[in-house]
């Protein structure tokens, strides 16, 4: 079992920056194959915005892409997503995933409870 927990979000102006972490409080992300960072609007699906592979291979949606930037640190089972520039449309809870893979191929996935961020003038 692996627990995530984020932090950074927060109120902020337009072109401002913010950096999120996600930390795992139990278990570890080093066996993880990918980490990512989601965003949900009121209303709205969950969706990607950035993810890293364990090779740090990392995938940007086009919204964020050039702006913000996820890395991960396994020696402090850490993943952070810096966000630069950041935009109202950026607004949303941003949600922390960690996906594992089984021998045999199964694919399971823990969740943070998500932070707030919220880009306004």
């Known amino acids: 079992q692996v627990q995530l927990v984020e932090s950074g979000g927060g109120l902020v102006q337009p072109v401002e920056s913010l950096r999120l972490s996600c930390a795992a409080a139990?278990?570890?992300?080093?066996?993880?194959?990918?980490m990512g960072w989601y965003r949900q609007v009121l209303g709205n699906a969950r969706e990607l915005v950035a993810s890293i592979t364990r090779e740090s291979i990392a995938n940007y949606a086009a919204s964020v892409k050039g702006r913000f930037t996820i890395s991960g640190d396994n020696t402090k089972n850490t993943v952070d997503l810096q966000m630069n520039s950041l935009k109202p449309e950026d607004t949303g809870v941003y949600y922390c995933n960690a996906k594992f893979q089984t021998p045999r191929g199964t694919i399971y996935q823990y969740w943070g409870r998500g932070t707030q961020v919220s880009v306004s003038s």
């Open positions: 139990s278990g570890s992300i080093a066996s993880s194959y990918a």
